[in-house]
């Protein structure tokens, strides 16, 4: 009886430990987690068999108002591991991967998201139903007991906080259909916030047993139970609207106000230009994105950045005005008021030095082979920085669009079909705040829709828009006037384009392309100083000069067959080697469960391990590069590929096949993933191309220069 008892006690004890480990998912990671998770679900096994008389005295004795309670929290608590272990079963990549899609994955996510959490709350109260007599001995006397009670009522109120600030009432009621969580907190951090959580729902659990046993003693102290609980949760509830809410606040004197409404101080002014372009008023403001922004990018670090005051031209820049300054018309799209695209950054460059020069104004830049300087004391036009340019777009919003709220196709012109969070509620879009809409698939007319609050169009969706700054991580420190790093192999550019899904458009998102690229979604807006400002900015280029008549290889991942189909006559009409990227653990083959297997690995930024590697890497100069656009992006397992090897000197010459998006976001994923490689023309394929796929890749191959 007694090594029962010992047995099952520790058998407790390892439950609770797994337990807290499941719920420091950031601290374990996906592997870990898993087999933790088996092991949690052998434990709960071994705990029912060691409790087996529990089972056989159900239907025995009489139940009070305690017993009810605490067998409903038990079966609850029983049945909730249970759902929590087979979702979790359903979506293993490492520990089961062979009871992979056992259910659905969108309802296996959903459905683990919400019981894991579920558990969690009903095993603290579990535990505390049955504190008190565990604790009997030790509280006998009132005052040792009302200390401890106090004592456990503060540590409460913590957990209880904390219960709010990670969000896990939105969990559990099935309000978000992902985890947000704090990657940099820390390990010991994370362990003791989900402690004082289980404290606190073990708290409750106690004062319920406290209470239940007072009324059945006739006990007059039947109200101290539920004063202290209900001390706990205001003093949590308190803390948390004190602390997060004021934190979620933009303070007071950072925000900007309209700029029609201000002036630059006289004395300060630049030369006075009549071009239309709108004073942007200097001020503080959150750069980047919150952790719980859906869809949110690893390199959106949020940090304090104070910019001086701007003018910025109300509209992109349309195809009269570039053709009028340059003679040139590259563009893919045809009209007069159309915004300019297929423009690259350093034809941007030239292009605002060109109308710096028709406005009789001192040019910003110089260009030279090594790269482009920009004289901060010019009064010529600009392109902004990325600091301005996110400033601008928010215009005192600190949520993901200007607008405050979801946007739909009436209010930006971009992939109206796939407005935000539409990736995760696919199948069933009535939860939506912005329902799909149209696809205009071309650009439209500058400022056809409402502008911000400050006045500026278009400034989600329509072309993306160059910004000055090469790529690269954040400085996370407050600064002001950031003007990115002095050399890099990418530029930015903000804002999505017609063809871009709405999590593409956020103001926070970054785009990223070097400085030859060109595209039919890629125009400009541009910038000028409002006061003078002194000093020497430089942006060198480290892009490494490539080959293109070297060693070839073709690397593709294929699930329908469209782009493997690509890659066959790709094959077939240069020669090459040729490479599948399969990943270890293969995506399901129903239609509707892959898309939501893209997706969560997407939205989780997964990296898939591969069933098969190129070993010789190095001898390839070339890597046609082939993928399906998968939620306007490139599959995670091309990801895992392009993390696997140096690409450093190589030349990446994508191809994609799409269903309408084009390539949407996949050539920024690529150009961040394989910062120093180049990038060549890429070939969007429509579906399988068709009885055209062999001459449009041999036009493409021609472009790239590659022999065929």
């Not at 969690?120 to 007991?145: D, E, N, Q, Y």
């Not at 073990?202 to 539920?226: S, W």
């Not at 239309?276 to 990018?297: D, H, K, V």
Request: net charge negative; proline share 5%.
């Amino acid at each position: 009886m007694h090594d029962r008892k010992m047995a099952r006690h520790l058998t407790d004890i390892c439950m609770t430990i797994a337990l807290l480990c499941l719920m420091a998912y950031q601290v374990t990671g996906e592997m870990a987690h898993e087999w933790i998770g088996i092991g949690m679900t052998v434990l709960v096994v071994i705990h029912q068999i060691l409790n087996r008389r529990w089972y056989g005295a159900l239907l025995k004795g009489k139940y009070n108002a305690y017993r009810m309670v605490s067998t409903g929290i038990t079966i609850a608590l029983l049945l909730s591991f249970a759902v929590t272990a087979f979702c979790g079963m359903s979506m293993s990549g490492y520990a089961v991967p062979f009871l992979y899609g056992m259910a659905s994955v969108s309802f296996a996510r959903s459905m683990h998201l919400s019981m894991s959490h579920w558990s969690f709350v009903l095993m603290g109260v579990h535990l505390g139903l049955h504190i008190p007599a565990m604790t009997a001995a030790f509280t006998k006397k009132a005052g040792r007991r009302n200390v401890l009670s106090l004592v456990f009522c503060g540590i409460a109120a913590a957990g209880f906080f904390f219960f709010l600030k990670n969000s896990i009432p939105d969990y559990m009621l099935f309000r978000v259909p992902f985890a947000f969580l704090d990657y940099e907190k820390s390990w010991l951090l994370v362990f003791l916030e989900n402690i004082l959580i289980l404290l606190f729902w073990a708290f409750i659990g106690t004062e319920t047993a406290v209470l239940f046993r007072n009324r059945q003693k006739d006990d007059q102290r039947t109200v101290h139970p539920v004063l202290l609980v209900t001390a706990a949760v205001l003093t949590g509830l308190a803390a948390d609207m004190i602390i997060n809410r004021s934190s979620s606040t933009a303070p007071a004197d950072t925000g900007s106000p309209k700029p029609q409404e201000t002036a630059a101080p006289a004395d300060t002014e630049q030369k006075s230009v009549d071009d239309g372009f709108i004073l942007i008023s200097g001020g503080t403001f959150r750069m980047g994105s919150p952790e719980t922004e859906n869809w949110r990018i690893e390199d959106e670090t949020p940090h304090d950045v104070t910019v001086s005051a701007f003018y910025m031209d109300p509209y992109e820049t349309t195809q009269m005005e570039y053709t009028r300054l340059t003679g040139e018309t590259p563009f893919a799209f045809s009209g007069d008021d159309l915004p300019a695209e297929n423009i690259s950054w350093l034809e941007a460059v030239r292009f605002a030095n060109a109308k710096s020069t028709d406005e009789g104004l001192t040019p910003v830049y110089t260009v030279t082979e090594e790269g482009v300087s920009w004289d901060l004391s010019a009064d010529g036009y600009r392109l902004p920085t990325e600091a301005e340019w996110e400033y601008a777009c928010r215009a005192g919003t600190l949520t993901p669009f200007n607008t405050e709220k979801s946007m739909d196709a009436t209010e930006a012109n971009f992939y109206g079909h796939y407005p935000y969070e539409i990736e995760e509620n696919y199948f069933d879009n009535s939860v939506l705040e912005a329902k799909p809409g149209e696809y205009r698939q071309t650009t439209v007319k500058t400022g056809s829709f409402e502008p911000n609050v400050w006045g500026l169009y278009d400034m989600h969706g329509n072309v993306n828009e160059w910004c000055w700054d090469h790529y690269g991580a954040y400085d996370t420190a407050a600064v002001t006037d950031p003007t990115g790093p002095a050399s890099g192999t990418r530029h930015i550019y903000r804002g999505g384009g017609w063809n871009d899904f709405a999590k593409n458009m956020r103001s926070a998102y970054r785009a990223a392309g070097q400085e030859d690229m060109r595209s039919y979604n890629l125009g400009i807006r541009l910038v000028r100083n409002a006061a003078p400002r002194n000093g020497i900015v430089k942006a060198y280029e480290t892009v490494p000069e490539s080959e293109k008549s070297g060693k070839i290889l073709i690397a593709y991942f294929s699930w329908g067959g469209n782009t493997r189909g690509a890659a066959e006559e790709i094959r077939r009409q240069t020669g090459a080697d040729i490479f599948e990227i399969v990943p270890a653990v293969p995506y399901s083959t129903d239609y509707s469960t892959v898309l939501m297997e893209a997706q969560e690995d997407q939205h989780r930024q997964a990296r898939p391990e591969l069933s098969d590697h190129v070993e010789n890497m190095e001898d390839y100069e070339i890597v046609l590069l082939g993928y399906p656009n998968w939620w306007a992006s490139i599959p995670m397992p091309v990801a895992s590929f392009l993390e696997e090897y140096d690409f450093s000197g190589k030349t990446i010459l994508p191809f994609c096949s799409h269903g309408g998006g084009r390539f949407g976001q996949s050539l920024t994923a690529i150009a961040k993933l394989a910062p120093d490689a180049v990038m060549g023309e890429g070939l969007s394929i429509h579906y399988s191309g068709g009885a055209a796929l062999p001459d449009d890749v041999s036009a493409w191959l021609d472009a790239n220069g590659i022999e065929h």
